[in-house]
C-alpha cells in the first residue's frame, strides 16, 4: 500500500469506499429527486445499500462482511456461481471435475441421437503418462448385432433363473436420492432397450413398477422392502418382493465405492409417504442404512445368507457388491465360497472413484480401492482358485464410454454399470447440488416443482438412446479389434504408457493370476502369485472378517508410533497390487511394446491374420472367464 493510502486508511477505512460511495450517491440522488423529480429509483438502490452496509458490519456470522461491507457481498455471488463460470468457461475438455466436458458431451449427444464423431482428431495428448489405446486388427471383424449380453447364474449353483443380462446396465440408485420421474425414465429406458436397471438401496417403489423395465433389487443394510419394523430382515417381504417376474436378480450391497463403510441416513423430512411405502419404514422419521449387516458377521455366515437369498427368491441370481478395503476380508469370503461350496452367481465390483448422492469428503476421496485395483483382485483370486467359471463379475466406476467398458472387460469384468452416465443422460448438468434437494434438472430432488422439468417421455428415449449407441460404439471397438464380442477384449489388447514414457500391454504392466495359480499356492505346490496373496491370505478367516493374529500387525512401542517390525508385513510393494516381479509377464524390452519374443503374445502366420494360437494373447484373463 502506498505510504498515502496507509495514512488515509488510518483516518478511514479504504475497504469501506464502496459503502462510503453508496452513501454518497444517496445525497447525490436524493438531492436530484427534491431539485429536478428524477433519481427516486437511484436513490432508493443507494439507501438499500447503505442499509445492507450497516448490516454488514453488525452482523457476527462473516468476518469478509463485516470488514468489507457492501463489495463483501461479491465474494459470495462469485461463489455461488463459481462451478458454473468455471463449467462454462474455465474448465478444459479434458479436465475431468469429476467428469470432463468431453466425457458429459459424449454422453448428451449419444442420449439425444445428436452427431457423436469428432472433426480434426484426438484432443487428448497420446504421450501423456497413462494414455491408453486397443490394438486394432488389420482383418477387422463383422458383428451381426451390437446386443452384448452375458449369462448370470448359469455356474452351477442353485440358481435355477439365469439371466440374460445386457452387458451394459443401469447402476444402483436409489428412489429417495434420485426422483420419482428419474426412476420411471430410467425404467422406462431400460425395459425399451432390454437392459436391467438396479433399484439401489432404497428398494422397488411404484415408479420401478411402472414401466415393468428388468429390476436388480439391491439389499443394503437397512434391508428395505424386505424388514421389520426393528429394522431385521424379513423373510416374508423379501419372498412377496423378490417373486415378481420384473424382479431378476438379488444383489445384496456389502458397500460402494464413494463412501464404503459409512451407512447413510435419509433425513425425516425427506422421507416422504412413496419413499416410506418402498422402503417399509414410517413417514418423516429419519430412515438409517447402519454400515454394517445386521445379519450375518462373518464370511461363512453371508455365504449362508446368499444361499437362503436365492432360495427365498425361487433361485434367481443372487451375488452381492462391494468397494475392496482390506484384502483379508475379501480373501475370507474366498475362503468361505471354498468352504461352504456356496458361490454368488454374480459379484460387482464398485471403485472409489464412484457417485454418491452425498457423503463425506473424506470418504469419497481417501477410502476403498479404486476399480482397477479392485477388480482385478476379485478377477484374479477367482482365477487362482478356480471359481472364475461360476461367477460373473461386473463393475461401476466413471464408466460412460465404450472405450471404458472394454478396458473394464480387458480387466476382467463380465459387464459394467454406469450410474452417473445415465444421470447425463437423463439431463443431469453435473451440478454436484445432489444432496440439496435443488437439482437444477429434476434428477436428484424430491422436489415435485423441480421435478417436473424431468419429462419422462423424453428422457426414457435418452436413456434408452444412450445404452444403445454406446453399444454400437463398442461393436466398432470390437469389430476394429477383429474380435467378435467384447467378453474377447483381453488386458494383451490394450496398451498404456507409462510415466517414463515407455509402452506396456496392460497384460505385462499389471499381474494377472493364471488358472488354479492360487489353489496351488494354498496346498504349497507353487509360490504365491502376488504379495498380496502372499501376505493376506494367511490372515483371512472365513469365520470372521478380523485377520488372524490382528495384534500383530501393530506391536507396540512405547517409544516410538512405528511398530515394531514394520518390515516384517511389508513385502516389496504393499502400496501396490501390482506385481513385485511384473517379470513373469514381461518380455524382456520394457522399452518397447513389442515382445523379444513376440511368439509368446502373437505367433505370427502368413496365411491369417489371427495369431497362430488365440489362447496366447489370453494369458489368464478371459481363458479363465469364458
Ligand atoms: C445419486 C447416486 C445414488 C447412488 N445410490 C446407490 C445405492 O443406493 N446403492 C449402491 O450400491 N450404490 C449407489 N450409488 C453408486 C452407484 O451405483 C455406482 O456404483 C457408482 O456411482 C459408480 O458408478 P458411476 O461412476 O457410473 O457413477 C449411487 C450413486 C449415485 C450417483
Redesign the pocket.
Known amino acids: 500500500m502506498h505510504e498515502w493510502l496507509h495514512r488515509l486508511d488510518q483516518q478511514f477505512p479504504v475497504r469501506y469506499t464502496v459503502w462510503l460511495l453508496c452513501g454518497i450517491g444517496l445525497l447525490l440522488f436524493s438531492f436530484t429527486f427534491v431539485a429536478f423529480g428524477s433519481g427516486g429509483f437511484a436513490a432508493l438502490a443507494c439507501l438499500f445499500l447503505v442499509g445492507l452496509g450497516w448490516r454488514d458490519t453488525r452482523q457476527r456470522r462473516h468476518s469478509v462482511l463485516r470488514n468489507y461491507p457492501v463489495i463483501g457481498h461479491l465474494r459470495f455471488l462469485m461463489e455461488f456461481v463459481r462451478i458454473e463460470i468455471r463449467q462454462y468457461f474455465i474448465e478444459a475438455d479434458n479436465e475431468a471435475t469429476p467428469f470432463s466436458r468431453q466425457q458429459r458431451s459424449l454422453v448428451y449427444q449419444r442420449a439425444k441421437g445428436a452427431p457423436d464423431k469428432r472433426p480434426f482428431g484426438t484432443q487428448l495428448d497420446v504421450h501423456a503418462s497413462g494414455y491408453e489405446w486397443i490394438n486394432h486388427s488389420m482383418n477387422p471383424s463383422v458383428l451381426a448385432t451390437h446386443d452384448f449380453r452375458v449369462a448370470i447364474g448359469a455356474g452351477g449353483t442353485s440358481c435355477t433363473q439365469p439371466y440374460e443380462a445386457s452387458i451394459f446396465n443401469i447402476?444402483?440408485?436409489?428412489f429417495g436420492?434420485?426422483s420419482a420421474n428419474a426412476i420411471r425414465a430410467l425404467n422406462a429406458g431400460a425395459k425399451k432397450g432390454g437392459f436391467a436397471h438396479?433399484t439401489?438401496?432404497?428398494s422397488i417403489s411404484e415408479h420401478h413398477r411402472a414401466h415393468g423395465g428388468d429390476l436388480i433389487w439391491?439389499i443394503?443394510s437397512g434391508y428395505f422392502g424386505c424388514r421389520n419394523d426393528d429394522g431385521s430382515f424379513s423373510e416374508a417381504k423379501f419372498v412377496a418382493n423378490a417373486a415378481s417376474p420384473q424382479v431378476k436378480m438379488i444383489e445384496l450391497?456389502l458397500s460402494?465405492?464413494?463412501k464404503p463403510g459409512h451407512g447413510g441416513v435419509l433425513p425425516g423430512p425427506k422421507v416422504t409417504a412413496e419413499i416410506a411405502a418402498a422402503r417399509g419404514v414410517p413417514v418423516g422419521t429419519d430412515c438409517v442404512s447402519p454400515a454394517r449387516h445386521g445379519v450375518f458377521n462373518t464370511p461363512v455366515e453371508m455365504m449362508l445368507f446368499i444361499e437362503r437369498l436365492r432360495q427365498l427368491s425361487g433361485g434367481k441370481p443372487t451375488g452381492f457388491?462391494l468397494c475392496i478395503g482390506h484384502p483379508w476380508e475379501w480373501f475370507g469370503v474366498a475362503k468361505a465360497m471354498l468352504e461352504t461350496g456356496i458361490v454368488p452367481d454374480f459379484i460387482v465390483v464398485?471403485?472409489g472413484?464412484?457417485?454418491?448422492?452425498a457423503a463425506p469428503l473424506e470418504f469419497t476421496d481417501h477410502v476403498g480401492a479404486p476399480l482397477q485395483e479392485g477388480l482385478l483382485l476379485v478377477h484374479n483370486t477367482l482365477v487362482g482358485l478356480g471359481l472364475r467359471q461360476r461367477v460373473r463379475i461386473g463393475c461401476?466406476?466413471?464408466?460412460?464410454g465404450a472405450f471404458d467398458i472394454a478396458r473394464a472387460m480387458a480387466l476382467g469384468a463380465d459387464w459394467c454399470?454406469?450410474?452417473?452416465?445415465f444421470?447425463f443422460a437423463l439431463g443431469c448438468i453435473q451440478a454436484q447440488t445432489?444432496h440439496t434437494g435443488a437439482c437444477p434438472t429434476g434428477v436428484?430432488t424430491q422436489d415435485p416443482q423441480r421435478q417436473k422439468a424431468l419429462v419422462v417421455v423424453d428422457k426414457t428415449e435418452r436413456v434408452w438412446r444412450f445404452h444403445q449407441h454406446t453399444l454400437e460404439a463398442l461393436k466398432e471397438l470390437v469389430q476394429a479389434a477383429g474380435l467378435h464380442h467384447p467378453n474377447e477384449i483381453t488386458a494383451a489388447h490394450i496398451v498404456r504408457r507409462r510415466a517414463d514414457h515407455a509402452v506396456r500391454l496392460l497384460a505385462n504392466e499389471l499381474k494377472f493370476v493364471k488358472p488354479g495359480e492360487l489353489l496351488a499356492a494354498i496346498e504349497g505346490r507353487a509360490a504365491w502369485p502376488h504379495s498380496v496373496f502372499e501376505l493376506y491370505w494367511p490372515l483371512a478367516r472365513s469365520d470372521s472378517f478380523e485377520p488372524v493374529r490382528s495384534d500383530s500387525f501393530e506391536p507396540v512401542r512405547s517409544d516410538s508410533f512405528e511398530p515394531v517390525r514394520s518390515d516384517s508385513f511389508v513385502p516389496a510393494r504393499s502400496d501396490s497390487f501390482e506385481p513385485v516381479r511384473s517379470d513373469s509377464f514381461e518380455p524382456a524390452r520394457s522399452d518397447s511394446f513389442e515382445p523379444v519374443r513376440s511368439d509368446s503374445f502373437e505367433p505370427a502366420r502368413s496365411d491369417s491374420f489371427e495369431p497362430v494360437s488365440a489362447a496366447s494373447l489370453e494369458p489368464v484373463a478371459r481363458t479363465a472367464a469364458a
Open positions: 447402476s444402483a440408485m436409489s436420492a434420485l438396479d439401489g438401496e432404497g439391491e443394503g450391497k460402494q465405492g464413494a457388491k464398485d471403485g472413484e464412484g457417485g454418491t448422492g461401476a466406476g466413471k464408466v460412460v454399470n454406469a450410474a452417473r452416465g444421470m445432489c436428484t
